[in-house]
């Protein structure tokens, strides 16, 4: 207890300013809600200041150098000169990326008259909670709460991170020069795209996955069109590796996230946390604590902005009183890789496991009119249906823009959509997204630009 606290009474109490934090917070201001923002950082959290936005803008970057190598250009008829980069200018244009996007989170957050409080906050019993800043302390009643408190870089043990020799994803993509080699460990998309990026600035790559596959999600046949995308920039992979059977440093890990949840006592509000790690939640994003709601990376399940986005839109208004819950069927899931990779629903073996008959569909990226005036030929559409009924349960796309092509096919399983209604739709042609329609024709066996077995 601080001498002379005054408790402030809030309506909604959001701590963390992520993605999901800030939705959260601006949808339940949008519904009336007086909203108080706790955020001890800058607005935007780990993803639009130190995480994909940063990423995504050193991956394009990287792509754009690449893709302006005279020897791709050539048989295009273009001739150039070598083609150089600067590192130092390609990361404030990165970094100006990120203030644009946090400028825009602001001026939301301030249009629509959310309190900032500058802090970290922890719960003294069920309704109220502590807020300490560098020079105030606050004390906060609250009618509802919603924790968007994010997640930080599993430790390894005995692997500490340095900033130098052992780096977290979000300390490599500050790095003041670039390293003649580096070695990455993981098999998420942040391992993949971080190996994409520096090996397409020359530096020399070891990548190593703990698994089988560099990957685990994709299907296997996707997966050896990214492996050859990957080697072709010099990238060398191993499988089956031992984080601390690696001698090699600089080391970037990328060995998933712990939710940033230790200082917040939990327990004085009644919160649950999962065995596994997390804050337990109900499809409302409600947990334990009738009043305490979380969304995001603390919920120790999918690392991604986008699922965090939804959940924070559904816990503002579930809080108000809206009948609504977080349940989608399918959560897309994109690789910026070269080729790009981007992935929904069941592969066929995963479709299998869970009982389906299973017919499959597969029209490679060669035979698509758009991809190869676009001078690319490495890719493949892979489609999954019921065989029952045809109903869409799957799909992997490798190749240009993937990641917006797969959200036809997410948008068609939610729909319950058929092969049949895939095959039927009119798609602009010429386009890389005929490869869902032609791979769906291909389930069908009606396929035109690929010869069919008789």
Not at 235 to 248: G, L, Q, Y
Not at 361 to 386: E, I, Q, S, W, Y
Request: with cysteine; aromatic share 4%.
């Amino acid at each position: 207890m601080v001498v002379g606290d005054v408790t402030t009474a809030v309506d909604v109490l959001v701590l963390g300013a992520g993605p999901g934090g800030y939705v959260s917070a601006i949808r339940a201001a949008q519904l009336g809600r007086h909203v108080t923002l706790v955020e001890p950082g800058p607005i935007g959290g780990t993803c639009l200041n130190r995480g994909c936005i940063p990423l995504k803008a050193l991956v394009s970057a990287s792509e754009r150098y690449q893709q302006a190598q005279p020897e791709e250009l050539a048989p295009m008829g273009i001739h150039t000169e070598a083609v150089a980069f600067d590192w130092p200018r390609m990361q404030a244009w990165k970094q100006s990326v990120s203030e644009r996007l946090c400028d825009g989170v602001q001026r939301l957050i301030s249009g629509n008259r959310i309190e900032v409080v500058k802090g970290t906050g922890w719960f003294i019993n069920g309704q109220e909670m502590r807020v300490e800043g560098e020079h105030t302390s606050h004390r906060f009643k609250f009618e509802h709460c919603v924790l968007a408190v994010g997640a930080s870089a599993t430790p390894i043990e005995n692997i500490p991170y340095d900033g130098k020799q052992v780096l977290t994803p979000e300390q490599a993509l500050v790095l003041p020069e670039l390293p003649e080699t580096l070695s990455i460990f993981g098999e998420d998309y942040i391992a993949l795209e971080m190996a994409t990026l520096f090996a397409r600035l020359g530096v020399k790559i070891s990548l190593y996955s703990p698994s089988e596959q560099i990957f685990p999600p994709a299907d296997p046949v996707a997966l050896r069109l990214v492996q050859a995308g990957l080697r072709k920039l010099g990238i060398s992979i191993k499988t089956k590796a031992n984080v601390a059977d690696i001698d090699d440093r600089p080391l970037v890990i990328s060995s998933g996230l712990r939710p940033n949840i230790a200082r917040l006592h939990l327990d004085e509000a009644g919160v649950q946390v999962k065995e596994a790690g997390g804050i337990a939640v109900n499809t409302m994003m409600q947990s334990s604590a009738e009043r305490i709601y979380a969304v995001g990376d603390c919920l120790g399940e999918h690392a991604l902005a986008g699922v965090a986005i939804k959940q924070g839109k559904v816990a503002a208004e579930a809080l108000c009183g809206q009948r609504v819950q977080f349940a989608p069927l399918v959560i897309p899931q994109v690789v910026h890789t070269s080729p790009e990779l981007a992935v929904v629903g069941y592969s066929a073996q995963e479709a299998k496991h869970e009982g389906y008959s299973v017919t499959t569909g597969r029209f490679p990226l060669g035979a698509n009119g758009r991809a190869l005036t676009l001078g690319v030929d490495n890719g493949v559409a892979l489609l999954v249906a019921n065989a029952d009924n045809g109903v869409l349960l799957g799909a992997t796309i490798v190749g240009p823009r993937a990641g917006e092509i797969i959200e036809q096919a997410a948008l068609a399983i939610e729909m319950g959509a058929t092969l049949t209604d895939m095959a039927e739709i009119l798609y602009p042609h010429p386009s890389v997204s005929e490869l869902l329609q032609e791979g769906a024709e291909s389930a069908l066996g009606r396929a035109v630009h690929i010869l069919m077995k008789s």
